[in-house]
């Protein structure tokens, strides 16, 4: 059973940055797509960033430019670097896995990590 944890999050202000990590666990990480969701308060769970088992790349229109996602088959992590951070940002950022190519969709992944709490304040 694959299992996934996060870890990162905190509490910062607007124009930091912050690196969120996703430690993997049974199951073969390499062959994984990944992403990374999020959820504010009173929002639906949404898109930040995908990457590929072979490293491509997508990101969501409100964080490009801005957020960098990667990937480390060896450690089994995948990274989520968020640079020049805004209110907007805050939320519970998820990572989660799938078998397969990328997915754009939090309903194209099967596990999921329990999430890790991003504030961003003024």
């Known amino acids: 059973q694959v299992q996934l944890a996060e870890s990162g999050g905190g509490l910062v202000q607007t124009g930091d940055s912050l690196r969120l990590s996703c430690a993997a666990s049974?199951?073969?990480?390499?062959?994984?797509?990944m992403g990374w969701f999020r959820q504010g308060p009173g929002n639906e769970r949404e898109l930040v960033a995908v990457?590929?088992?072979?490293?491509?790349?997508y990101y969501a229109d409100s964080v490009k430019g801005r957020v960098t996602v990667s990937r480390d088959s060896a450690k089994n992590s995948a990274y989520l670097q968020m640079n020049s951070l805004k209110l907007e940002d805050t939320a519970v950022y998820y990572c989660a896995l799938r078998m397969g190519g990328l997915a754009y969709s939090s309903n194209g992944y099967n596990y999921w990590g329990q999430g890790t709490q991003v504030t961003v304040s003024s």
């Open positions: 049974g199951g073969t990480f390499s062959i994984y797509a």
């Open positions: 990457i590929s088992s072979g490293g491509t790349t």
